[in-house]
């Protein structure tokens, strides 16, 4: 079973940062596509970032000055480092294993696995 679980949200202030982690099982994850995604409240999705079946990565040019994407294949596992979070970047953040791979956009497809989600919330 193709499984992917978010971890490492939570309260932040402006101006700090947090590391997601995204534990997958199930798939060989070293080719796989992998996005990070989120939702904000009452928003709809949000791409933030693609690594993608060769190891390139792409980050939405609105983040790209302060989120970066990486996976380790030994753990199976994939990251997103936010630095200098802001108000706005609050949101459900989720990993998603995508069958269909896109370099600028979540590219959709039914059979995407989604994790659960981790909550950011940046307030002071």
């Known amino acids: 079973e193709v499984q992917v679980a978010e971890a490492g949200g939570g309260p932040v202030q402006p101006g700090g940062s947090l590391r997601l982690s995204c534990t997958t099982s199930g798939f060989t994850f070293n080719t796989a596509c992998m996005y990070w995604i989120r939702q904000a409240p009452g928003a709809g999705l949000e791409w933030v970032s693609t690594?993608?079946?060769?190891?390139?990565?792409y980050i939405s040019d609105l983040l790209k000055d302060r989120f970066t994407i990486s996976r380790d294949n030994a753990k199976s596992t994939l990251y997103l480092q936010m630095n200098n979070l802001k108000p706005e970047d609050t949101a459900v953040y989720y990993c998603?294993?995508?069958?269909?791979?896109?370099?600028?956009?979540?590219?959709?497809?039914?059979?995407?696995?989604r994790g659960q989600g981790t909550l950011v919330t940046v307030s002071s």
């Open positions: 998603v294993r995508g069958i269909w791979c896109c370099s600028g956009r979540y590219c959709s497809r039914p059979n995407d696995t």
């Open positions: 690594s993608n079946t060769v190891g390139d990565t």
